[in-house]
């Protein structure tokens, strides 16, 4: 059985960065798409950003532009930079992975992807 591990969140002032890292078992099956979703205080998690198997990449729009996701597929690995970080950024942060083909308008929908890590917690003072 696959699985994923978080790590790389902390705590920083406002304006700082973080780069979070996601390690996927060797054992964990190829995917379609791998993404970063958080949950901040409230009932939901939210996309933050997802990179696919076809290079594309995709981020919510509270992020872009300060949030780099990369991936590297020979270790199933993925990476999140987030500079300019704002106390909104707040929240626990969660990789999650997809085995199937991912339609760009599908890609922030929880359900798209079967596999999670425990998370790693991200927290912006200001």
């Known amino acids: 059985q696959g699985y994923l591990v978080e790590s790389g969140g902390g705590s920083v002032q406002s304006g700082g960065s973080l780069r979070l890292n996601c390690a996927a078992s060797?054992?964990?099956?190829?995917?379609?798409?791998m993404a970063w979703f958080r949950h901040p205080p409230g009932p939901a998690r939210e996309g933050v950003a997802v990179?696919?198997?076809?290079?594309?990449?995709t981020y919510a729009d509270s992020v872009k532009g300060r949030a780099t996701i990369s991936r590297e597929n020979a270790k199933h690995a993925m990476s999140l930079q987030m500079n300019s970080l704002k106390p909104e950024d707040t929240a626990m942060y969660y990789c999650?992975?997809?085995?199937?083909?991912?339609?760009?308008?599908?890609?922030?929908?929880?359900?798209?992807?079967?596999?999670w890590g425990q998370g790693t917690q991200v927290t912006v003072s200001s």
């Open positions: 060797e054992y964990t099956a190829s995917s379609y798409c």
């Open positions: 990179v696919c198997s076809d290079g594309t990449t």
């Open positions: 999650g992975e997809g085995l199937g083909e991912i339609g760009p308008a599908l890609r922030f929908l929880v359900t798209q992807y079967n596999l």
